[in-house]
């Protein structure tokens, strides 16, 4: 099955102050899903954001909030961010023993459920729980901050997820120095959900980010019919 390639800006890179209307305007200006990147200064070296500020972006998008937990331990706050208006909740294959139970969890509250995993933990780790997947986030870099390199030997774990995915219903998202030139290398390998922080907000095209969406997405629709 193909699907369109969809764009999801990393609030990470945008102007924390002026939040609301970051996301005001990559919604206008053609993203597909907003990603909220959560870090907790333990699974990962640096701290971002919680619930509160998912309830506090809410009002500004009624577009897919993609809730990217990379906290441990994640089952306690899976019920404050869904209650806060999170769409998808995707959290670390390595966060924790009970992947399995999360997930269930992430459905159980009504939402659309993600695994992730960082770029030295192989595919075989959610091999067992496709079943409870709407969505799989292969990092293309180590997680704690944005502005770092797409690493090259992501493509053929992309490739190999793709695989793995096969027919079912579950996209494929890649997260980390998604920029014209690696979004194509991972919409080839068969991502269909670029995540981008840098290339959205601080892009080649300073200031319009909507300019810097469609770049994004053009060079990934070119690079699959290639
Ligand atoms: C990294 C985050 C990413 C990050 C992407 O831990 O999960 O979403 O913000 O930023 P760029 O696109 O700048 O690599
Ligand atoms: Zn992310």
């Not at 998808?88 to 992947?99: C, F, K, N, Y």
């Not at 992309?158 to 194509?184: C, F, K, N, Q, S």
Request: net charge negative; aromatic share 4%; proline share 6%.
């Amino acid at each position: 099955m193909t699907r369109p390639i969809l764009i999801a800006p990393s609030i990470l890179s945008a102007d924390f102050a002026r939040l609301g209307e970051e996301v005001r305007a990559i919604d206008v200006q053609g993203c597909d899903w907003v990603h909220v990147d959560v870090m907790d200064g333990h699974f990962v070296p640096n701290i971002t954001m919680g619930p509160m500020v998912v309830a506090a972006i809410r009002p500004h998008t009624a577009k897919v909030l993609d809730v990217h937990l990379m906290i441990a331990p994640c089952d306690p706050y899976l019920e404050p961010f869904a209650k806060a208006g999170a769409d998808i909740i995707t959290v670390h294959a390595e966060a924790g023993p009970h992947l399995d139970r999360s997930l269930q969890r992430i459905r159980g509250l009504g939402k659309k459920a993600g695994a992730s995993i960082t770029p030295a933990t192989p595919e075989s780790a959610i091999e067992h729980v496709l079943e409870r997947l709407d969505l799989v986030l292969v990092m293309t870099v180590n997680p704690g901050f944005g502005g770092q390199s797409f690493i090259p030997a992501m493509a053929d774990k992309i490739r190999r997820v793709r695989d793995m995915i096969g027919d079912r219903p579950i996209h494929l998202e890649v997260d980390g120095g998604i920029t014209v030139e690696t979004a194509a290398i991972a919409a080839k390998a068969g991502a269909d959900v670029l995540v981008a922080g840098s290339a959205v907000f601080r892009g080649k095209r300073v200031g319009d980010y909507g300019g810097n969406i469609a770049d994004l997405r053009d060079s990934a629709a070119a690079a699959r019919k290639l």
